[in-house]
């Protein structure tokens, strides 16, 4: 058995100004004081984190990890050489998009139990209220084999609900759509493919743009029971959300190689007492450094892989 995992970072900047993105918040000079000290304690428990998912189970940390909120090569390296990674053959998958904090997804794989065959970025063009194209997060896509299984990884963070769910919606929606566009490619170019769409979607698997632009009818969507028990990855305005989910191509079904589904909220992960008891333990709250992890808890799954003789 084998754990694939996903995880929203919450802001994974490093403490250099990068001039050509709105990141000066998180720098030393900036209102969040991003300094070195605080960067390398929150790559030390992301480190930590990615460590322990689907130990239980497995026996080892996941094959693969979906990010979201990382700002560049420079943290992803610096995250697989942290302590509790650095012995772990941890590559990675980033390329940067536009989007305007500079903040982009990204994949880390397992060198020894992943064969990586071909990435891609596509972006996900968006329009203001005049009519103009702004840029939103890349969706990333990998393609190679785990035991001699091909499969085909996206890697999505759609656009947030900060102006308002309505507002955005048309976002999400248009995100969908160039998400199904390659999903729809690649079946057409290959017979029965096994597929994987992970990522924060920024609204709940019952959503009608995951359920009717995404899931369709060739997808299965375990994140959605989880959220029908009334749990979720983050929680805003009294509400608990699943905006986090790996999506399966049904052959993973047919063929029993998904397992099962999981968030992972172990206790250091969880505010323990206090107003927010109960909630991520993450970096900042507002403007105010919380010295945690994320905003949000990640995602899992097991997965049992046939080797081919």
């Known amino acids: 058995m084998i754990s694939i995992a996903f995880y929203n970072l919450e802001n994974f900047f490093d403490t250099i100004d990068n001039q050509k993105t709105k990141d000066n918040d998180f720098t030393p000079k900036g209102i969040m004081h991003w300094i070195k000290k605080r960067y390398f304690n929150k790559a030390k428990r992301i480190g930590k984190t990615i460590s322990k998912i689907g130990l239980k189970e497995t026996g080892n940390s996941p094959v693969l990890i979906g990010l979201a909120e990382v700002e560049n090569k420079r943290v992803l390296n610096d995250l697989i050489n942290e302590n509790y990674l650095k012995n772990k053959s941890y590559g990675f998958v980033h390329f940067d998009s536009a989007d305007i904090r500079g903040m982009d997804v990204a994949l880390l794989y397992d060198k ?166 109960g909630f991520p333990f993450r970096t900042f709250r507002g403007k105010k450094y919380q010295n945690g992890y994320s905003d949000h808890f990640p995602v899992y799954s097991i997965l049992k892989f046939q080797k081919k003789r």
């Open 112 to 277: 020894e139990r992943f064969e990586l065959l071909e990435t891609h970025h596509f972006p996900v063009e968006l329009y203001n209220n005049r009519g103009e194209i702004y840029p939103s997060r890349d969706i990333l896509y990998c393609k190679g084999n785990i035991l001699n299984t091909t499969i085909h990884l996206f890697v999505n963070h759609w656009p947030s609900r900060r102006e308002g769910d309505l507002e955005t919606n048309q976002k999400r929606k248009l995100a969908a759509l160039r998400l199904r566009e390659q999903i729809d490619y690649i079946k057409y170019e290959e017979n029965n493919p096994k597929i994987i769409v992970m990522g924060d979607f920024n609204t709940n698997p019952n959503d009608e743009i995951i359920e009717r632009y995404l899931q369709y009818n060739d997808f299965v969507n375990p994140a959605k029971q989880k959220f029908l028990e009334k749990k979720g990855t983050t929680h805003y305005h009294k509400q608990w959300l699943m905006f986090d989910q790996i999506l399966f191509s049904k052959n993973f079904i047919y063929d029993k190689i998904f397992h099962s589904f999981h968030i992972y909220k172990p206790k250091f992960l969880i505010i323990w007492k206090g107003k927010y008891k």
